[in-house]
Nanobody
Framework: QVHLVESGGGLVQAGGSLRLSCAAS????????MGWYRQAPGKERELVAG????????YYADSVKGRFIISRDNAKKMVHLQMNDLKPEDTAVYYC??????????????WGQGTQVTVSS
């Protein structure tokens, strides 16, 4: 059974940084792409960043390019999202997700419970 547990959310001032982490279990972590989604109140869930199973291929939404960095540690079965220069519009619940395959282009199939990120102006 896929189990994804996010941590690291919180309240931060604009311009600050947070690092989200996701601990994965229940599947062969090193063979699947991973991603981070977010959902703000009244908005649809959107893919923020994705990373292929080897860590070499990455995707970033235009809104976070140059500010967020996704990474993974296959030995520890962890995926991280380093968020820098945070803006109030980054406020959302952030969800860790597991891909359908090793390529993030194929989409994502499972999500964790989410962690709240709030950026004050």
């Amino acid at each position: 059974q896929v189990h994804l547990v996010e941590s690291g959310g919180g309240l931060v001032q604009a311009g600050g940084s947070l690092r989200l982490s996701c601990a994965a279990s229940g599947f062969i972590f090193s063979t699947y792409a991973m991603g981070w989604y977010r959902q703000a109140p009244g908005k649809e869930r959107e893919l923020v960043a994705g990373i292929g199973n080897t860590g070499h291929r990455k995707y970033y939404a235009d809104s976070v390019k140059g500010r967020f960095i996704i990474s993974r540690d296959n030995a520890k079965k962890m995926v991280h999202l380093q968020m820098n220069d945070l803006k109030p519009e980054d406020t959302a619940v952030y969800y860790c997700s597991k891909g359908f395959s090793g390529d993030w282009l194929r989409g994502f199939v499972s999500w964790g419970q989410g962690t709240q990120v709030t950026v004050s102006s």
